[in-house]
Each structure stands twice: as structure tokens, then as C-alpha cells.
């Protein structure tokens, strides 16, 4: 919708913004800064220079609320330059349906279960909770209605918890794809199209090593254009090689790599695939697009330094921790 | 058709100023949001954004040049503003060049602006690089004015 309503005047509200986000481009950790980083010889010593790069409020903080700020600060940021915040829906529908998830199995276990909710999502999450505490789904929107009443009967009747969680993490895929075609935007097209593909290729390969069933793959793994769904959950059902022989012949030939390798580091291809692809966003100067890609390369700096701090704090080698990075968007 | 002629070299000098004069608008309009979010986070860069800020303007300088030279050469500004008709359509042609080639200069030339703003909000020390990209686009602005200026003095003396 940004980019086709009104071709000039849409994509030219942002020249101001975009601006802004040049300059706090230049704020963004690099290399360097990881390397620096890295070289810690403490956890105590990571949070000094994250703390002296201005990452928090105050020294003495926990990387917690380290973390949890410079989220905040980010979305504060974002919110400051763009009146209409539903541009960046796409980026939080999968938080939404998280927090159905959660709602369902807490009304599910009837415990109250601490810290299980996500915040910022398009749906208040106390209203998730009430829907789905009285069964009523309507107040909640149209993409969560149908994918909420099938979760909560598999969950409530037939207790199977997992098949509850596959329909409602499809259902989030869904959403992200449809409404980022329906946004017209190609970047946030490209990053509904990476997630989807990313989090098929996952389910499959999972699938394939646990020896899932045909219905299984039907249900989960989404449609997407750069990956052919048949093809895909005909490979996943042969096994984990078929898996790779089918990779190979599409644009993703890479993952294969990085999936014989480990698991993480076939999730570290997953985030490096769309922080490499969002980078000529760099040098756009029109659009929302710049903004989307700098919430995008801010989440995937958070990500980055987490595993980082995890890392030291559990004391494991400088080697082991690099090799788990991210890529950065600068 | 009497009378006809001077309309149209009329129309010709409005349109240089007017449609060259609507693209430095847009251009400088566009330039400013950029430097204004640049300013916004780092004020030292002023000076260095306010000149790319300024370049697009330049385009509605040469229409508002044009249009003068135009209605100094017809009579509207003193003299006999007698002419045929095809004088008039004349006039008109060769004021084209700057109107058309004045706007899309302009706004183009903004969009090279902004990404030199992006590049000065990010690099400083390339100021002078940064300032060459959308300098570029001021030589089709040039040739424009050059030739507008060629054609309606090359036509005055035309008896026709």
C-alpha cells in the first residue's frame, strides 16, 4: 500500500526519516566493535563497552534490560518518524500469534505461567488472553480468527500440543506473506518471502530426521515463491539427502552447507540471508524501506550481541562464539 | 490569428520559469527534508548539507532567466510586441528546452542530492566527492539554458 498508493507522494514522506536513519546507521556495531568485543576477557567486560557505545541507561544494568532497552529505543526511535506504525505489522504478527500460543496453553494448563507473553505486538496480549480464556475469538483480528478456533480444539480436545503449535506458527507465516504482498513493499515481499522459506526449510529438515508423516508437512510448511511446496515435502518425506538434492537445484543451494555443518549454522545462514539481502537498502534514500531494514539490522544486533554475552557467560571459547555471530548490516 | 504570435511567446516565457521554477521547488523541497533529518542528529553538518540542499535550485534560476531574456525580446517589457504567428511559435519552441529539460533536471538532480546527503550524514571528509554526483546532473540544466538562449536570439532578427 506505502509504495503503490499515490507513487510520489507516499514514497517521498520519508526522505526526512530516512535521513535520521543515515545517522543513526552510523551508531550500528560493525566489526570492529564485535571483534572488540570478543576479545572481553569477561561478560563484566562486554557490558562496560556496550555500556560505553551508550547500549542502555545507566551502567550496572543486567544485559537483560540492556536488551530490552535498546529494543524499546528503536521502536521509540521508529515511532518518533513514522505516524502510521501498521507499515511495520509484518514484523509482529508472528509475535501475535506467540502470544496466542501462549495464551492457550496457559488457559490450557490453568496456571499462570510467568513471562510467557511478548509485548509490542499488534494485538494487546491481555486481550489474546481474554479471548482465548472465554472462548470467544471475534474480538480478535480476521487473520487470527479461524487458525485461533483450530489451535484452541486441538489443544483443548485432543491435548496435542504440538500440532496445536504448528497450526498457529503457519498461520503466522500466512499472515506475514499475505500482508506483506498486500503492503506492495518489495522489502518487506523480500523479508515475508526469506521468513517463510527459512522457517520451512527448518520444519522440513526437522520433519525428515524425526520421520514426520506426509500430513505433517502439508500442514506446516507454508507456500512461497522461491521454494516449491510439492517438491519440498516430497524431498522432506525421502529423507535428509533429498532434502539437500532439491536445495541444490534452487537459489538456496547455499543453506546446504551450512546445514550439513550444524544446526546453528544453518540458523546463522537463516539471519545472515536476510541481513545480506536488506543491505542496498543502505543506499536508498525514497521509501519505507530504509526504516524496515533498520529495525531489521537493530533486531539482528540485538540477536548478535545476546549470543555473544551467552557465550561468555558461559565461559565458552572466543572461536566457538565467533563462529555463532551474525552478520552486520554495516 | 492576428495578434496570436506574441500569446504564444508569452506562453513560452511563462512555461521556462514556471515549469523549470515548479522543479527546483520539488528539488530543494526534497533536499531540505533530508538535510533537516541529517542536522536533526549531527547540527555540525549544516553548511555541507545546505549546499546540496541548494543545488536543484539552480534550474529555476535559468527559467527565471530565460523568461526575462523572452519577454525582453518580444516587447512585453518595452517596445513593439508585434509579431507573426510563427514568430510567436518560435518563441515558444525555444523556450521549451529550459521548461522541460529545467524540470526533470531539477528533480532528478535532487535524488542524487539526497543520496549525497546520505553519503556527507555518514562520511563528511567526502564532501567534495559527494558534492560532484549531483553537480553532474547541472550540465543537462546547462545545455538547456544554452540553447533556449541561442534560439531566441537567433530568432529576433528572423524576418518572418
Known sequence: ?330 | MEGLGIVFALAGAILAALVAGIGSAIGVGMAGEAAAGVVTDDPSKFSKVLILQLLPGTQGIYGLLIAFITLTQIGVLGGSSDMSLEKGLLYFAACMPMAVVGYFSAVRQAKASLASISLVSKKPDQFGKAMIFPAMVETYAILALLISILAIMGITPLAI
Open chain 1, 1 to 330: 500500500m506505502i509504495e503503490r498508493e499515490g507513487v510520489w507522494m507516499s514514497k517521498e514522506q520519508y526522505i526526512y526519516a530516512v535521513a535520521r536513519v543515515r545517522s543513526k546507521e552510523l551508531a550500528l556495531l560493525d566489526k570492529p566493535v564485535l571483534e572488540q568485543l570478543l576479545s572481553c576477557k569477561t561478560y563484566e567486560d562486554c557490558l562496560k563497552v556496550l555500556t560505553d557505545k551508550g547500549w542502555g541507561e545507566h551502567s550496572g544494568e543486567s544485559a537483560e534490560e540492556i536488551l530490552t532497552q535498546e529494543r524499546e529505543k528503536t521502536w521509540t526511535f521508529i515511532r518518533e518518524l513514522v505516524t502510521d506504525m501498521s507499515v511495520f505489522d509484518t514484523f509482529l504478527y508472528e509475535k501475535d500469534f506467540h502470544n496466542l500460543k501462549a495464551a492457550i496453553k496457559q488457559v490450557y494448563v490453568r496456571n499462570e505461567v510467568p513471562n510467557i507473553f511478548i509485548n509490542d505486538g499488534t494485538v494487546d496480549k491481555e486481550l489474546i488472553f481474554e479471548a482465548v480464556k472465554n472462548h470467544d475469538f471475534t474480538n480478535l483480528p480476521d487473520h487470527m480468527q479461524t487458525a485461533a478456533e483450530e489451535a484452541y480444539q486441538m489443544q483443548m480436545r485432543n491435548g496435542d500440543g504440538q500440532l496445536c503449535d504448528i497450526i498457529l506458527d503457519r498461520a503466522a507465516l500466512d499472515t506475514v506473506y499475505k500482508k506483506a504482498g498486500e503492503s506492495g513493499n518489495e522489502l518487506l515481499m523480500e523479508y515475508a518471502e526469506l521468513r517463510v522459506v527459512t522457517a520451512n526449510l527448518n520444519c522440513a529438515i526437522r520433519g525428515a530426521k524425526t520421520g514426520k508423516r506426509i500430513e505433517f508437512f502439508e500442514m506446516a510448511l507454508a507456500q512461497c515463491q522461491t521454494l516449491d511446496k510439492k517438491e519440498l515435502v516430497r524431498a522432506a518425506l525421502t529423507g535428509v539427502e533429498a532434502i539437500y538434492d532439491y536445495l541444490s537445484t534452487t537459489v538456496y543451494d547455499d543453506a546446504v552447507f551450512a546445514l550439513k555443518e550444524s544446526f546453528s549454522t544453518f540458523e546463522r545462514w537463516c539471519d545472515n540471508l536476510i541481513i545480506n539481502r536488506i543491505k542496498p537498502q543502505k543506499y536508498n534514500t525514497i521509501s519505507v524501506s530504509p526504516l524496515a531494514a533498520y529495525i531489521l539490522a537493530r533486531e539482528n544486533e540485538i540477536k548478535t550481541v545476546r549470543i555473544l554475552l551467552s557465550g561468555k557467560l558461559n565461559e565458552l571459547p572466543e572461536n566457538s562464539i565467533r563462529e555463532r555471530l551474525r552478520d552486520m548490516y554495516v
